[in-house]
């Protein structure tokens, strides 16, 4: 199985995908995080942040998960999950796929901004930004959409969320 944590920076996927690994994991499941930022450091950070770019790091981590899922692990993935054509490739590649939006409003996501990222971008010091200079077309149908805006939601309720999802017989494929 591979859960798949979409969302634009700062929406929580991260923290929202750990506490949803330890739980699995509570459970005896052999489980993986797989986060995208470290993905890029794993890889040998030889990718910048350009579309061409993410479009590679996004096939590398649908094969990679793939791999672990044919190996018997389940995978928790969070990322930002750019491209359909990738999200289309899973549901066709993975044994069971469960895909979450973490939607979060832009100004409150400028609001976070923990990084600096999206302040940067509107000031023309960082470029490639995703949600300012790369549009973000949200998933089209996932399977379970999280509102994670204000008031900010405790990961631990957002992971039962996502639990509670995951206990449901597999949706057909779309």
């Known amino acids: 199985m591979v859960v798949w944590l979409i969302g634009l920076a700062g929406a929580g996927k991260t923290t929202i995908g750990r506490e949803v690994v330890s739980r699995l994991r509570s459970r005896n499941r052999a489980t993986v995080f797989i ?11 030889d990718l910048g942040h ?3 770019d993410r ?3 996004a096939g590398r981590v649908c094969r990679l998960c793939q791999y672990l899922e044919q190996q018997g692990i389940d995978v928790v993935c ?24 973490i939607s979060v409003p832009m100004e409150e996501l400028v ?17 490639d930004v995703v949600g300012v200079d790369i549009p973000f077309e949200p998933p089209a ?26 206990s449901e017989p597999a949706s057909p494929e779309r």
Do not use: C
Not at 78 to 101: C, D, K
Not at 111 to 127: C, F, M, S, V, W
């Open 35 to 45: 986060d995208g930022d470290a993905m890029r450091a794993i890889m040998g950070e």
């Open 50 to 52: 350009t579309v061409e």
């Open 55 to 57: 479009r590679r790091n």
């Open 78 to 101: 969070a990322i930002l999950s750019l491209f359909s054509e990738s999200r289309a490739w899973n549901r066709r590649h993975y044994a069971r796929y469960v895909e979450v939006f």
């Open 111 to 127: 609001r976070r901004d923990q990084k600096g990222l999206y302040t940067g971008a509107r000031e023309g010091r960082i470029r």
């Open 141 to 166: 149908a996932p399977d379970l959409v999280v509102d994670n805006g204000y008031p900010l939601r405790s990961p631990s309720g957002i992971a039962e969320d996502i639990l509670r999802a995951l």
